[in-house]
């Protein structure tokens, strides 16, 4: 992810891997450019006050996390609908089982909600 450079410009990755049936590791790791003249170890100015502000922030999801489950067909925004069902299409891949229909997971594959899921 990308933050809007007029902050301060940073890239943060993350990552996910499952541990077990019910748990998953989150790791994320941010980077900011550097203040002019900062050449230390440490963040300085706007990056420090950015990277500190994020790690508290993060912290308010940690409550959402802990209590999710797995829904075989989400309720999507809209907005994220396509992206999120061709990731499990694509994950999916790594499961056991029958392979996924287009229509699987509550979404075609264009990304619109799918009228038939609604019904199962």
């Not at 209590?67 to 999120?84: G, I, Q, R, S, T």
Request: hydrophobic content about 35%.
């Amino acid at each position: 992810m990308r933050f809007p450079s007029e902050l301060v410009a940073t890239v943060q990755v993350t990552g996910q891997t499952p541990v077990d049936e019910d748990y998953t590791d989150y790791f994320y790791t941010q980077a900011s450019v550097r203040e002019p003249g900062d050449t230390g170890d440490v963040p300085t100015g706007r990056a420090a006050r950015f990277l500190a502000l994020q790690q508290e922030v993060i912290k308010q999801d940690f409550f959402t996390w802990e209590n999710m489950k797995y829904l075989e067909k989400p309720n999507l925004a809209p907005e994220e609908a396509h992206d999120y069902a061709a990731l499990r299409r694509w994950a999916h891949r790594f499961y056991p089982g029958t392979q996924p229909s287009p229509s699987d997971f509550g979404y075609t594959a264009d990304g619109a909600p799918d009228p038939a899921a609604a019904k199962a």
